[in-house]
Nanobody
Framework: QVQLVESGGGRVQPGGSLRLSCTAS?????????TGWYRQAPGKERELVAY???????NYAEFVKDRFTVSRDNAKNTVALQMNSLKAEDTASYYC?????????WGQGTQVTVSS
């Protein structure tokens, strides 16, 4: 098993920035797995935001391209999501995720609210 602890959520005005961070408790799972971020807004299904593979390949949802950047630090077992040019529709709970061998590991979620 692995524990994922997220931090960095909060409230920001439209156009602002936030950086989310997620640290895994288990090195092996983190380093072998594809790490990423999902989000879920009230009344909506959870959706993929971005992921990064162990080799560094990234993939982004269309709605965050050119605004968000996902990165990982294998030495610190950490995956981060830099969010710029935030919009009201980015308001959601953001969840850290690791996928490995058809298994999903989830963090507890961190709230991001974009409001003026």
């Amino acid at each position: 098993q692995v524990q994922l602890v997220e931090s960095g959520g909060g409230r920001v005005q439209p156009g602002g920035s936030l950086r989310l961070s997620c640290t895994a408790s288990t090195t092996v799972i983190f380093r072998l797995g594809t790490t990423g971020w999902y989000r879920q807004a009230p009344g909506k299904e959870r959706e993929l935001v971005a992921y990064i593979t162990p080799g560094g390949t990234t993939n982004y949802a269309e709605f965050v391209k050119d605004r968000f950047t996902v990165s990982r630090d294998n030495a610190k077992n950490t995956v981060a999501l830099q969010m710029n040019s935030l919009k009201a529709e980015d308001t959601a709970s953001y969840y850290c995720n690791i996928q490995l061998s058809s298994r999903d590991f989830w963090g507890q979620g961190t709230q991001v609210t974009v409001s003026s």
